[in-house]
């Protein structure tokens, strides 16, 4: 297989196979085919949550591809096809990662000239008149001013009115957190996770209001298709999961958020399926006050095999958490419902579409964690995906200075990627509790980061332990070396490739990363225990003493679930800001040269395959894959096909 099948700016596009589907019965099939439409179906949600006027600029651009009668061989269409690309990328006007919004390489003049041979007709007809319409897309598009960020967390801004995401409007950072801080009450111990569904206004009074995405609110059309779908689905569904359909279907036509509470109370007990989704709103970070979450699906079903990996680490949750390196007071004095399995992805959407996660945990809420478990997967397929698009790179013998470092990462370094993962979302997310009188939000814009650097630092802690080979889930301890080097290298240096000169960290993941890397090249100093070692004029950064590097993952373990179980703002703040931000500029400089040199995007998403039901008598008799898409079929696709939300809402 071509694993490759588009590259355009720090981006390039792969293919995912999806083995084992053939395997499935027809009911199991038809399943995913009916969920597959449900999700696709959501698309338009994820690009109006990243910014108010996103759907108007996509559906602009994506007439004047398709209908303007330009010459279409020079250097000015090819940097719009570019700019195209990132917007549906993206699900929007802003860098997946960075925030920032796009700088088109094309002049306002050139935009003006394909805007004068596309027919008018070929615009969005809903957003009211043309001249409105285009003036409004120019200037989004050439005024660097306007919406210039999708989320700031900037330390001492009104992160609302400095952020283009379309989660508030008219409201400011300090009027949100009393909205919702007026909500919470300390004495209520299974909270509902206020917000999450809905957009924050104000009225003309001044008066805030929620505008709650349901059926019959905001977003309806698109979610009234989701709804028809999973109403079908659970006409296919076993008993169990046709119950947990029907509770997400009364969520949606509700917004009732205890509803929700019950429809992921009752996933997270499904651990016999085989077929398994996600579908909803999930993630608050695209929210700087991490309380609104945005909109996606993954649809899916168990690796039988490779589950025996992550079955082992569940059954053995208890253990992992009575020996955590925390404070005794915060553990959990009894694991409920971990469970945890490996997944073959069989459709992405929403945010996680291009661009997906590699595992997943779920639900978010701590009550339901503390009383229910939770459910953890690793998305096998798309490791696989990136594995085979990596081979032959160069990236390991240009950043990593020793050949035994290389070695082991070439023998184990899929292995091991694979086990971080695992113990980061079956155990990491699912560890520890809250002290008592802790709401959980205490962390407001660093709760994200800090809580995907609490889950990175058990997995770093236990991959090294001695029990990861009494249990047979790796060989030797030179696989979990093999991730020590990796993560240290990656959060200290490579993942700059992924930075644009200048720009601070911005990312959550990008900035746990760094956090962990950093404070422990800090504080491991005295000792050497990582080391910037300069070779040939290069950078590399060298684990001196793994054995060390371990305790102190563990102190800083230590310290990261004190601060999440007390709800210490200050001592988050200090940390995040301190390691998990800023850039040396040089170094900075230095990892870009040597990255273009490899000709490697940084950054990497996926098309999905195609789902096609075959008929017999009216009736389905199976579903056929097909993997013949490439990136901008599959975008018109989806664009002309599952596309419901007005341009303007």
Not at 40 to 65: M, P, S
Not at 276 to 282: A, E, K, L, Q, T
Not at 447 to 474: H, N, Q, W
Request: with cysteine; hydrophobic share 35%.
């Amino acid at each position: 297989m071509n694993w490759i099948i588009d590259r355009f700016d720090d981006i390039r596009i792969l293919r995912y196979e999806v083995p084992g589907f053939e395997t499935l019965t027809l009911e199991e099939k038809e399943l995913i085919y009916y969920l597959n439409e449900a999700a696709l179906c959501g698309r338009d949600i994820i690009y109006d949550q990243n910014g108010r006027y996103n759907l108007a600029v996509r559906r602009t651009l994506e007439a004047i591809y398709e209908n303007a009668e330009a010459d279409k061989e020079t250097v000015q269409w090819a940097a719009f096809v570019k700019y195209l690309k990132k917007v549906w990328f993206a699900n929007g006007i802003h860098h997946h990662y960075s925030n920032d919004k796009f700088v088109p390489e094309f002049s306002r003049e050139y935009f003006d000239s394909l805007l004068g041979v596309t027919p008018a007709g070929s615009f969005p007809d809903d957003f009211g008149s043309h001249r409105e319409l285009v003036s409004l897309v120019k200037g989004i598009i050439f005024d660097k001013d306007k919406m210039p960020k999708r989320v700031n967390q900037t330390e001492g801004v009104d992160m609302l009115k400095t952020s283009a995401m379309n989660y508030y409007e008219g409201v400011t950072q300090a009027e949100a957190e009393q909205y919702y801080g007026a909500m919470a009450d300390p004495a209520d111990s299974t909270p509902v996770s206020y917000g999450l569904n809905s957009k924050l206004t104000k009225t003309v009074g001044g008066r805030l209001v929620e505008k709650k995405w349901r059926v019959g609110g905001m977003y309806t059309q698109a979610i009234e298709r989701i709804v028809g779908w999973l109403e079908k689905a659970a006409q296919v569904a076993n008993p169990t999961q046709k119950a947990i359909i029907e509770a997400l279907i009364s969520y949606y036509k509700t917004g009732d958020l205890k509803e929700f509470d019950r429809y992921s109370i009752m996933w997270v007990n499904d651990i016999e399926s085989r077929v398994d989704f996600v579908n909803g709103f999930i993630e608050v970070y695209g929210d700087p006050l991490g309380y609104k979450a945005s909109w996606e699906s993954l649809v899916n079903f168990r690796n039988e095999k490779a589950t025996k990996r992550t079955r082992i680490i569940s059954e053995n949750a208890q253990w992992f958490e009575d020996h955590s390196p925390v404070d005794s007071m915060y553990k959990k004095p009894e694991v409920k419902g971990v469970s945890a399995k490996v997944i073959t992805a069989a459709i992405l959407a929403g945010d996680c579409y291009p661009a997906t996660p590699i595992g997943i945990n779920l639900p978010n809420s701590d009550w339901i964690r503390k009383e229910y478990g939770s459910k953890s997967v690793t998305i096998e397929n798309i490791t696989d995906a990136y594995e085979a698009a990596a081979r032959g790179d160069g990236f390991r013998e240009e950043f990593v200075l020793r050949p035994e470092d290389r070695k082991r990462m070439d023998r184990y370094g899929s292995l091991a990627d694979n086990l971080h993962t695992d113990l980061h979302e079956c155990l990491g997310h699912g560890s520890g509790q809250l002290a008592p009188g802790t709401k959980g939000d205490e962390l407001k814009n660093y709760g994200s980061v800090l809580e995907e650097t609490r889950a990175d630092l058990f997995a770093l802690y236990y991959i090294a332990d001695p029990k990861m080979v009494e249990l047979d889930l790796i060989p030797s301890m030179d696989a979990a070396w093999a991730e020590y080097s990796r993560y240290v290298m990656n959060g200290m240096m490579t993942q700059l490739a992924r930075v644009k000169l200048g720009k601070d960290v911005e990312q959550a993941h990008m900035r746990n990363r760094k956090l962990i890397s950093e404070w422990c090249y800090e504080h491991g100093k005295a000792d050497n225990v990582i080391e910037k070692r300069v070779a040939d004029g290069k950078t590399y950064i060298v684990v001196n003493d793994f054995e060390k590097l371990r305790k102190l993952f563990g102190e800083l373990l230590r310290e990261v679930q004190r601060i999440k179980s007390e709800g210490d703002y200050e001592a988050g703040k200090a940390l995040v800001e301190t390691y998990g931000i800023k850039v040396d500029q040089k170094l900075h400089a230095e990892v870009l040269e040597r990255y273009a040199g490899l000709n490697i995007e940084p950054y990497s998403g996926f098309v999905n395959p195609k789902y096609s039901p075959v008929m017999e008598n009216g009736k389905i008799i199976d579903i056929k894959i097909s993997y013949e898409a490439d990136y901008t079929e599959q975008m018109l696709e989806y664009s002309h096909h599952y596309s419901f939300l007005p341009t303007k809402n």
